[in-house]
């Protein structure tokens, strides 16, 4: 079946640690987005990409970094910098064709900080 | 900037019932897409429905079904017949022109049996 897949589904980051978190997909979608969601604040797009080898800052990118080498994967590295990083992670992918972006979205992954 | 308010936070609907979720949004494109997002317990985000501003015609799919009110801004979520699967948080989405899409704070919807 094709999906996205998110892992892991728990992570457990220390202070001043850096943690990566993984996305998958194999619908062979062009775009792929990361999002933070927080109780009571909704979706918030972190970075997104179009094509592999380029990617772009969303609404909160400080704190953040990604890669896309892969059209298949896009992920997420969490850096020291981000001071609140304790959140659920959503990534999503759509297709560049369509113009209204319908996201396809992973299980997610929660972070909490130790 | 694209804009999407959610203004009901909780509610609650009897099982069989049929409940309204409210949903505007502030925009000055006038070709845009809007969508009913829904995540239950398990946290995974699935599409229910999906409307394309310029169609006349309010979408439905099996018990969801939207109310489109273009001039209003308003885009309402109508779930038929609840069941206990429905509970759930519903998010309502705008993308329009270049912006990317953009979420409102969302609304627990709670189905009693």
């Known amino acids: 079946d094709g999906g996205i897949t998110q892992s892991p589904k728990y992570l457990f980051r220390k202070e001043g640690q850096n943690v990566t978190l993984s996305c998958e997909q194999n619908?062979?979608?062009?775009?792929m987005y990361w999002y933070r969601q927080d109780p009571g604040q909704g979706l918030r797009l972190i970075y997104y990409s179009q094509i592999v080898n380029d990617f772009q800052k969303g609404d909160i990118a400080e704190g953040y970094s990604v890669s896309r080498e892969k059209k298949e994967s896009f992920p997420l590295t969490v850096t020291s910098a981000q001071k609140n990083p304790t959140a659920f992670y959503l990534c999503?992918?759509?297709?560049?064709?369509?113009?209204?972006?319908?996201?396809?979205f992973g299980p997610g992954t929660r972070l909490l900080v130790l | 900037a694209q804009t999407v308010t959610q203004s009901q936070p909780e509610m609650s609907v009897q099982e069989a019932e049929t409940v309204t979720l409210s949903c505007t949004y502030d925009t000055s494109e006038n070709n845009y897409y809007l969508f009913w997002y829904k995540q239950p317990p398990s946290r995974q985000m699935i599409l229910v429905i999906r409307q394309e501003a310029y169609k006349q015609q309010n979408a439905t799919e099996n018990r969801f079904s939207v109310n489109f009110q273009k001039a209003a801004k308003s885009f309402s979520l109508k779930i038929s017949d609840s069941q206990l699967g429905d509970t759930a948080m519903y998010f309502c989405a705008f993308k329009g022109g270049y912006q990317k899409v953009t979420f409102g704070i969302g609304t627990k919807l709670q189905v009693i049996p």
């Open positions: 999503a992918s759509s297709i560049t064709s369509d113009p209204g972006e319908t996201q396809y």
């Open positions: 619908l062979n979608h062009d775009a």
